[in-house]
């Protein structure tokens, strides 16, 4: 049976086929994975916030997508991906709460899907796949033998993209 390595709040793991990674809970926070469809080796990150210069407490940088997406990027090639031939994926950034007069810093959701997407798009790595919004958690794996990310819902069914 392959591993299935966890990845908790504000952490991130790369490994390689036959692995699997999975992290659980995901709320308003994103779940971001790369995945070389060659050398079968991806990383799954999970980001709370959108951005570290906005924070005070930085000593974590794989809490924020801004530093936590290129952190993971570095470790995927240093174990010998390809830069060019990965694909990203994510899930996750729920409005899970409703705020009467809620202010753009309350939709940490929604600020923490743009800004995945813009850190990857100046990285030049493709988003290929996503299942974002709404206001529901999801839990999501990637499985490193064939780049299949699946999304696991309570009350809204499992995908793959």
């Given at each position: 049976?392959?591993?299935?390595?966890?990845?908790?709040?504000?952490?991130?793991?790369?490994?390689?086929?036959?692995?699997?990674?999975?992290?659980?809970?995901?709320?308003?926070?994103?779940?971001?994975?790369?995945?070389?469809?060659?050398?079968?080796?991806g990383?799954?990150?999970h980001?709370?916030?959108?951005?570290?210069?906005?924070?005070?407490?930085?000593?974590?940088?794989?809490?924020?997508?801004?530093?936590?997406?290129?952190?993971?990027?570095?470790?995927v090639?240093?174990?010998?991906?390809?830069?060019?031939?990965?694909?990203a994926?994510?899930?996750?950034g729920?409005?899970?709460?409703?705020?009467?007069?809620?202010?753009?810093?309350?939709?940490?959701?929604?600020?923490?899907?743009?800004?995945?997407?813009?850190?990857?798009?100046?990285?030049?790595?493709?988003?290929?796949?996503?299942?974002?919004?709404?206001?529901?958690?999801?839990?999501?794996?990637?499985?490193?033998?064939?780049?299949?990310?699946?999304?696991?819902?309570?009350?809204?069914?499992?995908?793959?993209?």
């Open positions: 049976m392959a591993d299935l390595i966890k990845v908790g709040m504000a952490d991130f793991k790369v490994s390689r086929s036959p692995a699997t990674i999975i992290s659980y809970g995901l709320g308003s926070c994103i779940g971001v994975s790369l995945y070389d469809p060659q050398t079968k080796i990383g799954l990150l980001i709370m916030l959108p951005d570290s210069k906005q924070s005070r407490a930085t000593d974590n940088p794989a809490k924020f997508a801004d530093t936590g997406i290129p952190l993971m990027l570095d470790e090639l240093k174990m010998g991906a390809s830069r060019s031939r990965l694909v994926k994510m899930a996750g729920a409005q899970m709460f409703a705020f009467a007069n809620a202010t753009d810093v309350m939709r940490v959701g929604s600020r923490n899907v743009a800004a995945s997407k813009e850190i990857l798009q100046k990285l030049g790595i493709r988003l290929v796949g996503e299942d974002t919004g709404a206001n529901y958690g999801r839990t999501v794996q990637i499985d490193l033998t064939n780049g299949v990310y699946t999304v696991k819902t309570i009350d809204k069914g499992n995908k793959t993209i």
